[in-house]
């Protein structure tokens, strides 16, 4: 897989979540809107990690709504590897 995904998330102020994985880790992760500064955060660190181990840290991390925008990227990455 080393295609651009790109996922609409639920439930948190970020519109849309990029990445790639290619040979299983996670590249190039952007979110648009939302709060800039973690997200830049979160993309920096991530970057070229497993991603499978990106998204069993992620998941489950709350902020608004019941989810949060590194849990909506593990959903996005589980999906991904789903298919």
């Known amino acids: 897989m080393s295609s651009i995904i790109k996922f609409i998330p639920d439930g ?3 519109k849309e979540i990029s990445f790639y ?3 299983g880790k996670l590249k190039n992760v952007e979110f648009v809107k939302g709060c800039t500064g973690n997200a830049q955060g979160i993309s920096k660190l991530v970057e070229g990690m497993d991603a499978l181990d990106v998204a069993k840290r992620l998941k489950g991390i709350k902020c608004q709504n019941g ?3 590194p849990d909506q990227l593990a959903a996005a990455i589980e999906k991904t590897l789903k298919e």
């Open 67 to 69: 989810t949060s925008c």
């Open 21 to 23: 994985i290619c040979d």
């Open 12 to 14: 948190v102020c970020s």
